[in-house]
């Protein structure tokens, strides 16, 4: 069962048990309220009619014969059946007959000694164990009062002890449901702990772990339930965090490498430059011959260079996420011969086969002609790095659906299976076999900018290799 609907259940009965016991009390203390008035009195003036109804009538019928022995002790043997004493006073106040004869013709004040309401007389009894209630006694039906009868009425008879079982069920019912809510808080309370207080108290735990950088701990919860939801979360969070910082992590150490890498590079073509140069200033180039030779040397080593330096411009853009392409129109043709000429000759002096294209197709094309002669010199100078002497290094042109394709290809190494699904990640350098020329040689940038160039043309780039039979590079353009 969800959490929600759990507590949602739980509330319901909580309230439904409240709204009881609120229910109860209201209905016990109104029944205390109301019984302590009317209720009681209602039912005892009844029992006390039902008692002196009998002494009544017999003085409303007999009044003109109550100097009758006979009579008067007729109606006090009545009286003490009924377990009442009576009164039977005249309208000046004068007790004509009494339960007890001695009273008989003395005065009562009968402005305090009529009590003809139940509830003055119980007011009016003063501590003693029983009232005095006056009923008038009238001359027939129709005629006038005559008298009244002063009853003298034991307590009990009045105060009727009310049936105290619905008191007790409502008491009762109101302990019950009491204990049942006390139950099912403590309950509850239980529920709480074990499946909300405990599950966040591990989650804070776990999520102090991640904090500390421990990615590894898992983080398992067996309800299918919102804290299920949320545990599910915060593992996914973990797993997303701990990628993130691996990713971090290597990335550091491959902006380290970097750093080294490119140090190499530009030691490596500098130191030669200056040897070269140390070499003709100490006159050690005797002809002009060499002469050339020697500046042949240095340019390849400056190009080198440039070329680096060029990438780093690159892949600091790209970081920046400015890639600075300027495309305008230019014709394929031209372009391309352009580009290729510096190449070819490049390609040759490191002892290679080069095959240049049969036919460069002649199309308008939106170029940025640095940026295309970056990653041609990029892929070549790669294919360079992968070859030994007496490889070969095609390069073709041609139209397809729309673009124009430029490919790259060389019979070196090879690229390793293993290797493929990187070469494009940035800073990646893969295994070079040993028998490659400059083993040592690069920054793992090369075609990850050759990447985002021809991306930014609108263009792609993609590779087939074989371990062992060489490497093709490709990518279009789109024509205008
Ligand atoms: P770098 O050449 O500086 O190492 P690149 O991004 O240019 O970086 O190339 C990435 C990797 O792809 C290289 O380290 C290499 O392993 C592989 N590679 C690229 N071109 C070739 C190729 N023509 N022949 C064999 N391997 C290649």
């Known amino acids: 069962m969800s959490l929600s609907t759990w507590t949602k259940r739980w509330l319901k009965t909580s309230l439904t048990l409240l709204v009881i016991l609120i229910g109860c009390s209201l209905v016990f203390f109104l029944n205390l309220l109301i019984g302590r008035h009317s209720g ?22 007999n009044h003109e014969r109550l100097n009758e022995p006979d009579l008067r002790d007729q109606l006090r043997f009545i009286a003490d059946k009924s377990g009442l004493d009576f009164d039977y006073v005249g309208l000046d106040g004068m007790v004509i007959l009494s339960s007890s004869p001695s009273s008989e013709g003395t005065q009562i004040n009968l402005r305090s000694a009529l009590h003809y309401d139940l509830n003055h007389a119980l007011v009016a009894m003063d501590g003693s164990q029983s009232l005095n209630l006056a009923f008038p006694v009238m001359d027939g039906p129709g005629g006038g009062q005559i008298g009244n009868a002063i009853f003298t009425i034991p307590q009990s008879l009045v105060i009727v002890q009310k049936s105290s079982t619905f008191t007790f069920f409502v008491l009762g019912t109101l302990v019950i449901i009491s204990i049942l809510l006390g139950f099912l808080l403590i309950f509850m309370k239980r529920k709480i702990r074990k499946r909300m207080l405990s599950p966040i108290h591990q989650l804070k735990q776990h999520a102090e772990s991640i904090l500390k950088g421990q990615y590894n701990d898992q983080i398992q919860y067996n309800r299918m339930d919102e804290m299920g ?225 021809i991306e930014a043309h609108g263009g792609h780039i993609s590779f087939s290799s074989k371990e062992g039979q060489g490497t093709l590079f490709q990518f279009t353009l789109p024509i205008c």
Do not use: W
């Not at 086969?353 to 892929?379: A, C, F, G, K, T």
């Open 40 to 61: 009681e009195t209602n039912l005892a003036i009844n029992q006390v009619r039902l008692r002196v109804n009998p002494i009544l009538l017999q003085l409303e019928q």
């Open 229 to 453: 939801e949320l545990y599910a979360m915060l593992d996914l969070m973990r797993t997303e965090i701990m990628h993130l910082s691996e990713q971090r992590i290597r990335q550091e150490k491959a902006q380290k490498e970097l750093i080294t890498n490119i140090s190499h590079e530009l030691k490596t073509p500098i130191t030669t430059v200056k040897a070269y140069i140390e070499a003709i200033l100490e006159g050690l180039c005797s002809d002009e011959e060499t002469l050339k030779e020697y500046m042949e040397i240095m340019r390849t080593h400056t190009d080198k260079t440039a070329r680096l330096v060029e990438d780093l411009l690159v892949h600091a853009l790209q970081e920046l996420g400015q890639i600075s392409v300027e495309p305008r129109e230019v014709y394929s043709r031209s372009a391309f011969e352009t580009m290729l000429n510096p190449i070819g000759h490049i390609v040759r002096m490191n002892s290679l086969i080069y095959e240049e294209p049969e036919h460069i197709p002649n199309v308008l094309i939106r170029m940025d002609p640095i940026r295309i002669e970056q990653v041609l010199s990029n892929l070549v100078s790669n294919a360079l790095k992968h070859t030994v002497p007496g490889d070969s290094i095609r390069i073709n042109a041609e139209l397809d659906l729309g673009k124009l394709r430029i490919s790259i290809a060389d019979s070196g190494q090879g690229i390793r299976a293993q290797d493929m699904p990187f070469v494009f990640e940035r800073y990646f350098r893969g295994n070079a076999s040993p028998s490659a020329r400059n083993i040592h040689e690069g920054t793992g940038l090369g075609l990850s900018i050759c990447k985002s160039i």
